[in-house]
């Protein structure tokens, strides 16, 4: 989409469109939001991050799974859009994605599977590497994360760091 997007969905919205809707794409259900995250035009374009600042500003519904898909997609504009708007940070997946070492000390000592296939069957540590999170790929190391699994795509987590540019977590959770 060209820069002005953001500015195009802002008129859409205030014209009435729902910033919730769905369509049949995909067997049905597919969200407005979903559909932009899972394009690869509004990043190339950079207006990712703004797009999710303005569905959510106009109703769009705070989804944790479209905050993990974006952390599955490595789209940092709208992880932090998603964080900006108050997102929950409430299981390890997403913990690791934003590289909150904090949160995940405190979901583990409750009793969290650091082995818990989630989203699309990834871990933590498929979370932690399309955004670089070298600090939370090293504490899942440290608590003996297994970086062995593939996710849907049949990616490890070294896998995932390095299609995303990140070649150094790539080499710290091969060199483990």
């Known amino acids: 989409p060209p820069p002005t997007a953001p500015a ?27 559909l932009m995250l899972t394009s690869a035009h509004p990043p190339a374009a950079g207006v ?6 303005v569905l959510l500003r106009f109703g769009a519904t705070l989804e944790t799974s479209e905050l993990m898909g974006a952390i599955e997609y490595g789209l940092q504009r709208s992880v932090q859009a998603f964080v900006d708007a108050g997102a929950p940070i409430d299981n390890l997946f997403v913990a690791a994605g934003l590289g909150r070492v904090d949160v995940m000390k405190g979901l583990l000592s409750r009793g969290a599977d650091i082995e818990a296939r989630v989203w699309r069957h990834g871990t933590a540590p498929h979370a932690a590497a399309p955004l670089g999170r070298e600090d939370a790929v090293r504490f899942l190391l440290e608590r003996g994360a297994d970086t062995s699994p593939r996710n849907v795509w049949v990616s490890t987590p070294a896998d995932t760091a390095r299609f995303f540019g990140h070649p150094g977590v790539a080499e710290i959770i091969e060199n483990r």
């Open 48 to 53: 990712d991050g703004e797009l999710v600042r």
């Open 8 to 34: 195009v969905a802002r008129l859409l919205r205030e014209a009435g469109a729902d910033a919730n809707a769905t369509c049949k794409l995909y067997g049905g259900g597919s969200s407005t939001m979903g």
